[in-house]
């Protein structure tokens, strides 16, 4: 079946440095890939997403490539900063019926912390 | 600026109360999905839509019911609201012809007492 397995948290850092959150999935056919961000208080919102293997997304200093052969979407950033704060989620898109229709498949979330 | 909308932010109420959840959007989607957000256990999906008067079981639709008469609104019923039914619940919409993104709404912390 359809999975996302995402680093556990809370991932504390400290300002300025490198993050990585590791995100891999167990999919069939060709599924699209993404990375949500839910600030303290909000809903989520989209950070960046990849539809094909070897795509990289990217958005606000983070960026992600779609890695078919180790089926791995993991996140990066070089520098974070006490804003990045945060709940991010590993998304996986795929077909639920015949037609093009299609849902998200959602990783447990990983907490950020980041203190300056 | 794309937007979905649900009714409420916050709410509290009794144990076997008939609880309404209403989120609209308005960017002609024709998904819309129910979430519900508890600590360590990431997003659960309740029920979704993808089409007026069309529903699908999520993972979890036990103690819930959905509607959807229009296509812009998706409304989520707790028949009769129990204490474990206390969550954040979530409610999202996606267009049928690209990848899958998600517009989220910013959420309704439901407490049964």
């Known amino acids: 079946g359809n999975s996302v397995t995402q680093m556990e948290g809370p991932v504390t850092l400290s300002e300025e440095a490198f993050l990585t959150i590791n995100c891999t999935y167990t999919a069939t056919g060709y599924p699209s890939l993404f990375w949500y961000v839910q600030y303290p208080g909000e809903g989520l919102q989209l950070l960046l997403k990849a539809t094909k293997a070897d795509d990289k997304g990217s958005n606000k200093g983070f960026e992600a490539t779609y890695r078919k052969e180790t089926t791995s979407f993991h996140l990066e950033k070089g520098s974070v900063q006490v804003s990045d704060s945060a709940v991010y989620f590993c998304a996986l898109g795929v077909s639920f019926n015949a037609g093009n229709n299609r849902k998200l498949i959602w990783g447990l979330g990983t907490s950020l912390g980041v203190n300056p | 600026d794309v937007k979905v909308t649900q009714s409420s932010r916050y709410l509290v109420k009794r144990t076997g109360e008939k609880v309404f959840l209403e989120c609209v959007q308005d960017?002609?989607?024709?998904?819309m999905f129910w979430y519900r957000q508890d600590p360590g256990l990431g997003l659960r999906l309740i029920y979704f839509?993808?089409?007026?008067?069309?529903?699908e079981k999520g993972d979890i639709p036990e103690g819930y019911s959905v509607s959807r008469e229009k296509k812009e609104r998706f409304s989520l019923i707790l028949e009769s609201a129990s204490t474990n039914q206390t969550s954040m619940y979530l409610c999202?919409?996606?267009?049928?012809?690209?990848?899958?993104?998600?517009?989220f709404g910013q959420g309704t912390r439901l407490t049964v007492v």
């Open positions: 960017m002609d989607h024709e998904n």
């Open positions: 839509s993808y089409d007026v008067k069309m529903k």
């Open positions: 999202a919409s996606t267009n049928l012809h690209r990848y899958t993104e998600a517009f």
